[in-house]
């Protein structure tokens, strides 16, 4: 109970950090919104695979060492959710990411 309360409280932190970094990367004049969208698909990504992850039992240090590897992989699938999201009003931003979220986090069958 300890381990999953102390990762819950590192996930927190952690996508805390990742909204911070989003916001001040807009504050930045001309390349701000185009960075802040580009980390924004990243975190996207992160966020959709951390469930699975959590399930392989792979550590904070594996999921973000996945993630730093594999960035151009994480980019290009957190890329359409934010795209759709990205603009909105963050009650809005919310609501079009409930409905989005499952078509991210399945399996396609062949």
């Given at each position: 109970m300890t381990i999953d309360l102390v990762s819950s409280v590192n996930t927190i932190i952690l996508y805390g950090n990742f909204a911070l970094f989003i916001t001040f990367l807009r504050c930045i004049p001309f390349v701000g919104s185009i960075?802040?969208?580009?980390?924004?698909?990243?975190?996207?990504?992160?966020?959709?695979?951390?469930?699975?992850?959590?399930?392989?039992?792979?550590?904070?240090?594996?999921?973000?060492?996945?993630?730093e590897e594999h960035w151009a992989y994480c980019l290009g699938f957190g890329l359409p959710a934010t795209t759709l999201i990205f603009f909105l009003s963050t009650l809005r931003a919310g609501g079009v990411f409930a409905l989005i979220y499952p078509s991210v986090s399945n399996l396609p069958l062949p």
């Amino acid at each position: 109970m300890t381990i999953d309360l102390v990762s819950s409280v590192n996930t927190i932190i952690l996508y805390g950090n990742f909204a911070l970094f989003i916001t001040f990367l807009r504050c930045i004049p001309f390349v701000g919104s185009i960075l802040s969208f580009l980390v924004y698909s990243i975190v996207m990504s992160y966020y959709c695979f951390e469930y699975k992850w959590i399930n392989q039992d792979w550590t904070m240090e594996q999921r973000m060492v996945y993630a730093e590897e594999h960035w151009a992989y994480c980019l290009g699938f957190g890329l359409p959710a934010t795209t759709l999201i990205f603009f909105l009003s963050t009650l809005r931003a919310g609501g079009v990411f409930a409905l989005i979220y499952p078509s991210v986090s399945n399996l396609p069958l062949p």
